[in-house]
């Protein structure tokens, strides 16, 4: 299918999203892209796929309506299951997630996240918090990280470790991927690897937009743009571009 030229970065996003996801795996889904992201897998090349919220729901198919929360009637509608927290909490504890989607607010070249305080200047603001976010990042086989790419938030060091990334002597898991507004990132072993730019988004800007060195492996690839049938079902499940919605120009903002 070819790809279509007109989508904004958030759409890109979601794509790159649903390309973590493989078939027949266990994911913890998230909230935010992620709803979408996992949808769109489901859609297209990972039918078998199952997907994990925090708050207990089961899926083995997506949503058939748009969804603001996990928490959402059509959310639960045609669930596969209606648990609890502990009883999807267990399956991180087992081993049987394959994958976990996470944001945050900052991110190191180590993958460790901060969703605790914001900090700079004055006095520290309290952000959200954990969540499910450090169970995830510890448990899940691996885990895709999602967020904006701005100075601010990319940092040497970040303020505080709410979900910890790569650290000597780690057994499971830990951040494979980094998804942003400007590219995706390999972060396996520890590394901060440009995988892939966004299309008209130049290495200069990601390293202007980075407070750290980011490695690059000669001429970077370019991210596969959607295709016609990812945008597709994007729109439909996201039709008045609530999580997506930013200004649709050919990888534009």
């Given amino acids: 299918m070819s790809a279509i030229a007109t989508y904004t970065r958030r759409e890109l996003m979601v ?34 796929a199952v997907g994990l919220f925090e708050n207990g729901i089961i899926r083995d198919r997506p949503a ?24 999807v909490m267990s399956l991180l504890q087992q081993g049987r997630v394959d994958v976990g989607f996470i944001g945050g607010a900052e991110v190191d070249p180590l993958g460790n996240l901060n969703t605790t305080w914001a900090g700079g200047e004055g006095r520290p603001v309290r952000l959200p918090g954990s969540g499910g976010g450090q169970d995830i990042a510890s448990l899940a086989q691996r885990t895709v990280l999602i967020m904006e790419h701005e100075p601010r938030r990319f940092r ?63 001429t970077p690839a370019v991210t596969e743009p959607p295709t016609q049938e990812e945008l597709a079902y994007i729109r439909h499940a996201d039709p008045q571009g609530f999580w997506t919605g930013d200004h649709r120009g050919k990888g534009g903002d």
């Fill in 156 to 218: 040497e060091r970040v303020s505080y470790v709410t979900s910890p990334g790569h650290f000597p002597g780690r057994r499971r898991g830990g951040p494979a991927t980094l998804i942003t507004t400007l590219g995706v990132f390999d972060l396996r072993q520890g590394r901060f690897r440009l995988r892939s730019l966004h299309p008209e988004v130049s290495l200069a800007h990601v390293r202007a937009a980075t407070g750290f060195a980011v490695e690059s492996d000669g």
């Fill in 64 to 87: 058939e309506a748009f969804i603001y929360t996990m928490g959402d009637p059509p959310n639960i509608a045609g669930a596969l299951a209606c648990v609890g927290l502990l009883d």
């Fill in 15 to 48: 794509v790159a999203a649903g390309r973590e996801i493989h078939d027949r795996e266990v994911v913890f889904v998230g909230m935010r892209l992620p709803l979408l992201g996992f949808g769109l897998a489901k859609a297209t090349h990972a039918p078998e």
